[in-house]
């Protein structure tokens, strides 16, 4: 399973298209996402202060979009990323798929693993 954060209004819209593309994937050729220990850092980083958090739980095995585990593109600039140094991330290279989406849930009902 990997892990995506968005918002309410995002998820919304992609399940009235079927698909979900942020806009990342075109401005950056892929959908960041996290491994579940990944999770509270890149929330620290970048969402902390985001209303409506939601994060979409993907199965691998259902996703149609290729995945590769890459470095993080992030590192610098006011929302500083702090990643071991072979730490990889995985990138979603096109679209999720609805189905592959195995659960939505709130940042505030979120059950991290410890």
């Known amino acids: 399973m990997i892990y995506h954060i968005t918002t309410e209004k ?42 409506n958090i939601v994060i979409l739980s993907i199965s691998l095995e259902k996703l149609e979009s290729p995945v590769k585990w890459e470095d993080p593109v992030h590192l610098q600039g006011e929302n500083r990323l702090t990643v071991a140094e072979t730490e990889t991330f995985p990138h979603i290279y096109g679209a999720i798929n609805l189905e592959a989406v195995e659960k939505v849930t709130s940042l505030a009902q979120f059950q991290f693993n410890r």
């Open 10 to 51: 995002n998820w919304q819209i992609a399940r009235e298209l079927g698909e979900y593309k942020p806009g990342s994937l075109k401005s950056e050729g892929f959908i960041h996402c996290s491994t579940e220990a990944q999770l509270p850092k890149v929330i620290e980083a970048f969402y902390r202060d985001i209303p």
